[in-house]
């Protein structure tokens, strides 16, 4: 998380919890209630039929799509507490609801925005890790089936892992533990 970074501007709030609007209590909130959702879904699971495992499987899948465009990209921008051991538990509640760590992620992002999409340079690299010039052929943006199907395999976590440890060793531990 960049709860650290010189680049994050507080904005004065009258919470003592929230960084920067009570309206944080809202993300927050549904961030616990997928944590809880995911919870309710392993205990039930071996008292119901297939096909309902299977529709909870789906809505689990779908609401991963709006807590990574909702309320984890928010929280990577504007991490929601003034203390940074809330903001890092929250970061590890978000990592084990997603299956994944949000401090990798974080690092990912911003470098999606740094290189915004770049076509590859003179060695055939992009800054931006997730472009879709990065795998694509002939100067032209990659397919979107293939980049979409792909993707997810694609990803490198031990060169992330090497590049956050680079900055800090402790924030790269953190990111193997979420």
Do not use: C
């Amino acid at each position: 998380m960049t709860t650290n970074s010189p680049a994050i501007t507080r904005v004065s709030t009258d919470s003592s919890l929230f960084a920067f609007s009570r309206w944080d209590a809202i993300p927050v909130f549904f961030g616990i209630l997928h944590a809880a959702y995911v919870v309710m879904m392993f205990m039930v699971f071996p008292m119901v039929p297939w096909w309902v495992n299977g529709i909870l499987g789906i809505i689990y899948a779908y609401s991963i799509a709006w807590n990574i465009n909702g309320i984890s990209h928010n929280f990577i921008h504007n991490p929601y507490f003034h203390s940074p051991t809330l903001n890092r538990l929250f970061s590890w509640l978000e990592s084990v609801t997603m299956g994944f760590s949000q401090l990798f992620y974080d690092y990912v992002h911003m470098r999606h925005h740094m290189g915004n999409s770049d076509r590859k340079d003179e060695k055939g690299d992009t800054v931006d890790w997730i472009s879709i010039y990065r795998y694509s052929k002939n100067d032209e943006p990659e397919g979107v089936w293939s980049y979409s199907l792909l993707s997810f395999f694609r990803d490198d976590a031990v060169m992330y892992f090497k590049e956050i440890h680079r900055k800090s060793a402790f924030d790269a531990y953190w990111g193997v533990f979420e």
